[in-house]
Nanobody, 114 residues
Framework: QVQLVESGGGLVQPGGSLRLSCAAS????????MRWYRQAPGKAREFVAQ????????VYADSAKDRFTISRENSKNTLYLQMNNLRPDDTAVYYC???????WGQGTQVTVSS
C-alpha cells in the first residue's frame, strides 16, 4: 500500500531554511504527481506546492512562491521541499501527498520562532 514518510522538520529561526524529504513506497513514484500540503494550528490544510511526475512542471501557492522549491528524485523515490526565508506564519505540520494513487504521509512539524 501507499507509504509516505516525511522527515526534515524542526525548529528554525525566522529567515532560516529547512529541507523536507518524503520517502515514498508502495506505488510507482515516478508516475505520480506529488504535492506538499501544510496545516497550521487551528487552520485548515492548505496546498503548498505540486510537481509533475517527471519533475518538469511545478505549481506553488502564493505563500510559497520565491521562497520554496519542490523537487524530486525518481531514482530514489523521494520528494523534497526546500524552504528558505522562513517566517513564523510558515509554522505548520507539512504533509507529502500522492494524487494517484491517493495517499498522505503522517506529517512533519515545522516551527519558525525566535
Amino acid at each position: 500500500q501507499v507509504q509516505l514518510v516525511e522527515s526534515g522538520g524542526g525548529l528554525v529561526q525566522p529567515g532560516g531554511s529547512l529541507r523536507l524529504s518524503c520517502a515514498a513506497s508502495g506505488f510507482i513514484f515516478s508516475s505520480s504527481v506529488m504535492r506538499w500540503y501544510r496545516q497550521a494550528p487551528g487552520k485548515a490544510r492548505e496546498f503548498v506546492a505540486q510537481i509533475s511526475s517527471a519533475g518538469g512542471s511545478t505549481v506553488y501557492a502564493d505563500s510559497a512562491k520565491d521562497r520554496f522549491t519542490i523537487s524530486r528524485e525518481n531514482s530514489k523515490n523521494t520528494l523534497y521541499l526546500q524552504m528558505n526565508n522562513l517566517r513564523p506564519d510558515d509554522t505548520a505540520v507539512y504533509y507529502c501527498v500522492t494524487i494517484s494513487p491517493s495517499g498522505w504521509g503522517q506529517g512533519t512539524q515545522v516551527t519558525v520562532s525566535s
